[in-house]
């Protein structure tokens, strides 16, 4: 079984940074893409950032563009998600997923584990 434990959630004021992570276990990491996704209160889920097997690709929901950066590393099992310039629209619980095939995608149905989430909130 896949398990996904996400870290370094907190309190950060409008402007400055966070990094995010998510230890994994259960699965040829390299053969999982992985995905962020994020949920604010009274809203759907919505993706965030996802990355390939191998790293080499990635893709963002344009509003995190230029802010946000996913990577990887397969020999630690790891998955991060450096943010900088955090808005408080950007509050929300976060949510790293793992998803059975090499390729990334923006769909959350097609990520089958998930972690618990981890709560960023950014103050004004």
């Known amino acids: 079984q896949v398990q996904l434990l996400e870290s370094g959630g907190g309190l950060v004021q409008a402007g400055g940074s966070l990094r995010l992570s998510c230890a994994t276990s259960g699965r040829t990491f390299s053969r999982s893409a992985m995905g962020w996704f994020r949920q604010a209160s009274g809203k759907e889920r919505e993706f965030v950032a996802g990355?390939?097997?191998?790293?080499?690709?990635?893709l963002y929901v344009d509003s995190v563009k230029g802010r946000f950066t996913i990577s990887r590393d397969n020999a630690k099992n790891m998955v991060y998600l450096q943010m900088n310039s955090l808005k408080p629209e950007d509050t929300a619980v976060y949510y790293c997923a793992a998803r059975p095939s090499a390729f990334t995608s923006s769909s959350s149905h097609e990520y089958d584990y998930w972690g618990q989430g981890t709560q960023v909130t950014v103050s004004s």
């Open positions: 990355i390939s097997g191998s790293g080499g690709s990635t």
